[in-house]
């Protein structure tokens, strides 16, 4: 079951970031604590900036779902489950394994680029 998009953004960038305070995750809707990492995610769509902020676990989800949509056959964007329809997989694949907290933060903190020391 490849995903299947109408219309794509006309620019997009997403980083991980260190939230200062608490944010509400628009995957799932729960609490993105004050000193944890989440995705922030901004661009352009129809003309309108956006942005979102995805907790660590459900960008595990959508790694782990791009994963078995790749092995289905489905590539590239077709494979990527976004944040709309992430619920409904999530209901509709009772046997996937869900992700913890300590799984997103882990999978989060090797996607943030590293400080290098002394330059400037």
């Given at each position: 079951m490849c995903f299947v998009y109408d219309d794509h953004v006309d620019v997009y960038r997403e980083e991980i970031r260190k939230a200062r305070k608490q944010h509400t995750c628009e995957g799932c809707g729960k609490a993105i604590p004050a000193e944890t990492l989440y995705v922030y995610g901004s661009g352009v769509f129809d003309?309108?900036?956006?942005?979102?902020?995805?907790?660590?676990?459900?960008?595990?989800?959508?790694?782990?779902?791009?994963?078995?949509?790749?092995?289905?056959?489905?590539?590239?964007?077709?494979?990527?489950?976004?944040?709309?329809?992430?619920?409904?997989?999530?209901?509709?694949?009772?046997?996937?394994?869900?992700?913890?907290?300590?799984?997103?933060?882990?999978?989060l903190q090797t996607m943030r680029p590293r400080k290098q020391r002394g330059v400037k």
């Open positions: 003309k309108r900036g956006f942005s979102s902020k995805i907790c660590g676990v459900c960008r595990v989800h959508q790694k782990r779902i791009e994963a078995i949509e790749n092995d289905h056959g489905c590539y590239r964007n077709s494979a990527w489950c976004p944040l709309e329809e992430l619920g409904q997989w999530l209901y509709d694949n009772p046997d996937f394994e869900l992700a913890t907290v300590e799984q997103g933060q882990a999978l």
